[in-house]
């Protein structure tokens, strides 16, 4: 079975601009959380999206957003990049929401995406 | 609030042991994990632990959770040099049912 995927693997941008990262979770899972890796704050939840809706967020601005399609894939946006958005961005999936995913049917994660805002 | 601690760097020789410790705050975490991650890659779950167990064994790992103390670790036997890489422990506690982790140790191996 393949893993996540995700998509680009790289990026740069300029600061004031927006970016799209996206997200195809393991086959079947309808999951999709994703966090934000910085060497300073470490890994942060941003949000999490189940059927289409988002179950959960982080403590993140609104700058934040995303959403999922009805095949699961999911999509997170930036807009009006600052430099601290900086980070390695990482997609995670589950079979069940978050709090149900426990055990072996944890969230599995994607290679992420790095992100470099200049 | 939710916190989990690691110590950020551990160093061994190819052949000993490496054991990595965590405590965490969340006394109703039910499942504690280890993910590890390599240069370039996400995380990848090495392996898990309900809180209702104290020890576990798979191969070369073996986890022991202290839940009075809050203490969990990561014995990794005949380590490799394979197994350099950072190792994130987390918990499940989150207000919103995501995961907390730590902010990962790194391990490395010389030969």
């Known amino acids: 079975k393949a893993g996540v995927t995700q998509t680009p693997r790289y990026l740069i941008k300029t600061r004031g601009q927006q970016v799209t990262l996206s997200c195809s979770p393991i086959?079947?899972?309808?999951?999709v959380s994703w966090y934000q890796q910085t060497p300073g704050q470490g890994l942060q939840f941003l949000f999490e999206?189940?059927?289409?809706?988002?179950?959960n967020k982080g403590n993140f601005p609104g700058r934040f957003s995303g959403r999922q399609f009805s095949n699961s894939r999911s999509e997170m946006n930036v807009s009006t990049l600052e430099l601290g958005d900086s980070a390695l961005y990482l997609c995670?999936?589950?079979?069940?929401?978050?709090?149900?995913?426990?055990?072996?049917?944890?969230?599995?994660f994607g290679p992420g995406t790095r992100l470099t805002v200049l | 609030g939710e916190d989990v601690e690691q110590s950020l760097f551990l160093s061994v020789r190819e052949g000993d042991s490496s054991v990595i410790n965590c405590t965490y705050t969340?006394?109703?975490?039910?499942?504690l994990y280890w993910y590890k991650q390599e240069p370039g890659a996400g995380l990848q779950l090495l392996t898990y632990?309900?809180?209702?167990?104290d020890m576990k064994q798979d191969q070369r790992l073996t986890v022991l959770l202290n839940k009075k103390d809050k203490h969990l670790s990561l014995r990794i036997a005949d380590t490799q040099t394979g197994d350099s890489a950072i190792y994130f422990c987390?918990?499940?506690?989150?207000?919103?049912?995501?995961?907390?982790f730590g902010k990962g140790t790194k391990l490395s191996v010389k030969p």
């Open positions: 995670a999936s589950s079979l069940q929401p978050s709090g149900r995913a426990v055990g072996t049917d944890t969230q599995y």
């Open positions: 987390a918990e499940n506690g989150g207000s919103q049912g995501n995961l907390i």
């Open positions: 086959s079947g899972h309808r999951s």
């Open positions: 999206y189940f059927s289409e809706t988002q179950r």
């Open positions: 632990i309900f809180s209702n167990m």
């Open positions: 969340d006394s109703s975490s039910t499942y």
